[in-house]
């Protein structure tokens, strides 16, 4: 997703010091509320489903984890991808991608990563994404997979030539221009896929300088763009952070690189790079904290694969399938309150009064005050 003149992550941030790390280690956690911890170390993975309806306390939960966890491991990066602009945190780096930025994401980067990577897998990558964003026809898909094959040619970045991948990739403004040519020659099939992409191509995010992954709370703010062009730009910066850390290698001990937080699931469904975190992060150091407002946007595999599940308040429709689905009794899911969660820990489950995100800023700044 970053030009190969950039830095893709910094190495303090993504490589931290043993000592550092052995230090977090010994932390009791994140404090959740009253005596509730929560702690990934001690977990089977790192990894968090969330789930509430809207006004339970969805957002200030997610808000108080991440804040806590920026706190708390002084060698963890947060990046949060933010489809409603409402995940402000203290201390935050913000990235807006809108019509007027100056930056944005580039999905056809290459994965350098020899046995995975390349611009073949990646032309694979993108198609599927812009054909589940944009609702593109097989037609469409394998004309598409031509033309970014070509994309890729032009600046000389060949798949079975590794020394090749490290080169400046295209964008989608080389993707516009290929496709434009292409009508000129009179392939009507090229001016039909020019119609599908014209949206993806006038708000530009896709051909500008993409913003670097260099501090360690970062968000992505992504309410102004139209839901499909939100998609594109999170699928591509969940695939980026996991071909990144594959890169990096296995971590030693539990304390991750990386936290990826995501609210509203549906705007990811069905994910290849979702799933891909959910399955094998943990091993490279990138965990997921996924929240949503419907269980019907949670899969089997994501309920089974996250050691952390936190129940908000939900809609009285879904009390049953939640409950079932969250192993948690009926009533006590009925009988949730804004802010009250019913949260598992691996095999160990507690009722917990979160302490919300604004609450602990406004403890955390009387005690600076006070020292």
């Not at 971590?251 to 399955?279: C, H, N, Q, W």
Request: net charge negative; glycine share 8%; with cysteine.
């Amino acid at each position: 997703m970053f030009s190969r003149r950039e830095k893709p992550l910094p190495v303090a941030v993504l490589k931290p010091d043993q000592r550092v790390q052995a230090e977090e280690a010994e932390s009791p956690g994140i404090m959740l509320g009253q005596d509730v911890y929560w702690t990934p170390e001690r977990l089977p993975n790192g990894h968090i489903v969330a789930i509430g309806a809207s006004g339970s306390g969805k957002t200030q939960t997610l808000k108080a984890i991440a804040y806590e966890l920026h706190r708390t491991y002084s060698a963890m990066q947060l990046v949060i991808i933010d489809f409603h602009g409402d995940q402000n945190l203290q201390g935050e780096v913000c990235y807006p991608l809108h019509m007027s930025s100056s930056y944005g994401v580039n999905p056809l980067y290459i994965n350098l990563d020899p046995e995975g990577g390349g611009p073949n897998l990646q032309a694979i990558a993108v198609a599927a994404t812009l054909k589940k964003a944009l609702q593109m026809g097989p037609v469409q898909e394998g004309l598409l997979l031509e033309v970014l094959g070509d994309c890729y040619q032009h600046k000389g970045i060949i798949q079975n030539n590794e020394s090749t991948w490290a080169k400046e990739p295209p964008n989608f403004a080389d993707l516009q221009a290929e496709i434009e040519q292409r009508v000129k020659e009179g392939c009507k099939d090229s001016a039909k896929l020019k119609l599908k992409l014209n949206a993806t191509f006038a708000y530009g995010i896709f051909n500008r300088p993409a913003f670097l992954l260099e501090h360690r709370l970062v968000r992505v703010d992504l309410c102004k763009l139209p839901p499909e062009l939100g998609a594109i730009a999170a699928e591509s910066l969940a695939k980026y952070l996991m071909d990144t850390h594959r890169l990096l290698g296995e971590v030693e001990g539990k304390i991750p690189r990386t936290y990826l937080f995501i609210d509203e699931a549906k705007e990811m469904a069905k994910s290849p790079a979702l799933d891909r975190i959910i399955a094998d992060g943990r091993k490279y150091g990138l965990n997921l904290v996924l929240a949503s407002q419907s269980e019907r946007h949670l899969s089997a595999d994501v309920l089974g694969n996250a050691a952390t599940k936190i129940v908000l308040p939900v809609d009285q429709v879904e009390v049953k399938k939640v409950a079932a689905k969250f192993r948690f009794a009926e009533q006590k899911v009925a009988a949730l309150l804004p802010l009250t969660a019913l949260c598992r820990f691996g095999k160990h489950a507690e009722q917990v009064e979160i302490l919300p995100y604004y609450q602990r800023i406004e403890q955390w700044e009387g005690q600076e005050n006070v020292e």
